[in-house]
């Protein structure tokens, strides 16, 4: 236990900064309108505000009692995320297949029990259902597997 | 045109090869989504929802909502035998649901929980088919300020009922509404919050898969172990006794009862309407020290309770254009793309689709019981599918579903944004639907907001000058002080309630 909750602490005062910067930035970069012809800049700017009376809300909230411990998990964040992120980058250039691969590979790697044989079977099964699913069955122009073309 | 009449003419879309078809997929995909913990329904929707391109809108539609109600049922299964949710509304199926299971009364359990939810379905969906076409009768007369007025009160009552901390849920709604800014201003052509990245919003589906799907995968790893089921306690007797029947009779319609009122609201209404049925029996029990040891009235009360919200919570979303949950909101979102706004004069104009959808919900509800009572053991065995072969696939299929809606990588990126984003807010403990509320609703909203505007010359009291949207604006004001009143109690009580997580 902590004697104040700074889990929420943190979080209103990201949120804070957040919704003010929000405002900021659309009350100098959009314009305000009148009332009657409400322009592009008013709803994000009451946005940004209300939000940042909602962090300091949480924050204020957050100092008057105890909070229990927070941590974050590394493994299984850090590997999906990777693995997502890989199939971003993979996906355009070099298609189905490789993006199929890299993913499951980098995600796989989040379970304490990733064993070699069983994710490449894993891959095989994968690459073989979309392949039947998405573009047997439902026809769509993705390439299998590319050689990267950079434009 | 009478009630008989719609009803024929439901029946007749709905009982169409196709759409019976489209309608078994859906619940199929749902129950499966609802069995494996970490993908909900809402995963399954839109890794389903580019197939919709290529569907008629009424089959799509059938289809995605098979998902959304089949979830409900698959859910349970895993807080049953695993103590797992397998969906987050099944949380407080665990406390009655596992302790059952332990005493080798699992195959008890899944049969009255199956009736449970059939019961509270079937309450729900002729709530829906009663008050259905009088919300939209009535809608009719809307114009920009009752738009306004309705929405801004529905995502304050999404951010009041919804789960945890009330203040944190209306942050959410903001910060919905902020992202939902991102984006072409329609009324100057401003490229607003784009920094030249892509002038395009962002995808509703990229946002959805991010904060719930990538999140609720994180968070599921290496956190379960389905070697504990034991097959014989579900096998074994299935066949409750006159005492089990005899309490969960008015369980089931109470928890139905409660579930068809909280679906109608907008946020988790699913999930409040599961725990407060939950808290309703326990309160109303003869001997409440019976719960959390295996009471029948604790498992069916919320099954009814939820499936009942799953349907009643169509009535906002077909009748109004409001969407009641995440999932709705891709369901409207479906109809929307095909080029038909679902609200009030989506009953007048394309009455075969709100009474064909509709009828598919009574075909779709027999199909999962017919699932869930012979055919029970197929999904025991999926959920005994080690987890670390389950969620690559899962993954594989969000970030392809993702990607096909636009062919684009930057909608993946997208995903890993908001996954990020999801995983921190399930760290913070802010919850998620309320952001994805608030970010359909929010463009809906200022449009509104600048109509009225435009309407009233510039003067905000026409909001208060029209009655309708007098009465909402009256409510939203009313909600205030109780806000405020929330968050001085939570932070007295937080201490004794975070002791206990």
Known sequence: MYSRDYRDIVSGGVLTVFGAWFAWYAITHYGRGTMTNVGDGLFPAALGTILAFLGLAIVLAGLRREGSKFGFRFREPVFVILGVAGFALTIGSFGLVPAIVVLTVLASLADLNVRPLGLAALCLVLCLLVYLIFVVGLKLAIPIAAWPHWE | ????????????????????????????????????????????????FPLTFYLP??????????????????????AILLNIPGTPIHAVMCLDGFPLANQGRAGVALLLTTTAAFVGGSIGITLLMLFGPIVADFALRFGAPEYFALMLFGLIIA???????????????????????VGIDIYTGTPRFTFGIADN???????????????????????????????????????????????????????????????????????IASFLSYATEKRLAKEPQRFGKGAVEGIVAPESADNAAEMTGFIPTLTLGIPSSPSMVLMAGALII????????????????????????????????????????????????????????VLVFICIGTYITNYTSFDVWTVVFFGVLGYLMMVFRFPAAPALLGFVLGPEMEDFFRRTMLLGNGDVLIFFQRPISCFFMVLVFAMVPLIIWSVVRESRQAAVRHALH
């Open chain 2, 201 to 271: 919003p962002i995808s509703l589906i990229a946002l959805a898969m991010g904060i719930y799907g990538v999140a609720q995968v994180i968070v599921s790893i290496n956190a379960m172990d389905p070697t504990g089921i034991n097959m014989m306690a579900v096998t074994g007797t299935t066949k409750p006794t006159a005492e089990d029947l005899r309490r969960s009779a008015l369980p089931t319609l109470r928890g139905a009862a409660l579930g068809a009122f909280f679906g109608i609201l907008p946020g988790a209404g699913t999930l």
């Open chain 2, 57 to 78: 809108p009424t089959t799509a539609v059938i289809m995605l909502a098979g998902i959304w109600y089949g979830a409900g049922y698959g859910g349970r299964i895993a």
């Open chain 2, 1 to 48: 045109m009478s009630v008989l009449s719609n009803i024929a003419l439901g029946l007749s879309v709905a009982t169409s090869y196709s759409n019976l078809l489209y309608c078994f997929l859906g619940v199929m995909v749902g129950m499966l989504s609802g069995v494996i913990p970490g993908i909900g329904p809402l995963t399954a929707i839109s890794v389903l």
């Open chain 2, 159 to 181: 951010s009041t009922i919804s789960e945890g901390s009330a203040i944190k849920a209306l942050a959410m709604v903001v910060l919905g509404v902020m992202f939902g800014c």
């Open chain 2, 338 to 393: 095909q080029g038909i706004t679902p609200g009030p004069a989506l009953m007048n104009q394309h009455p075969d689709i709100f009474w064909g959808v509709v009828m598919s919900f009574w075909i779709g509800n027999v199909i999962l019981v017919i699932l869930n009572v012979p055919f029970i053991g197929i999904w025991i065995r999926i959920l005994m599918i080690p987890y670390r072969f389950l969620y690559p696939t």
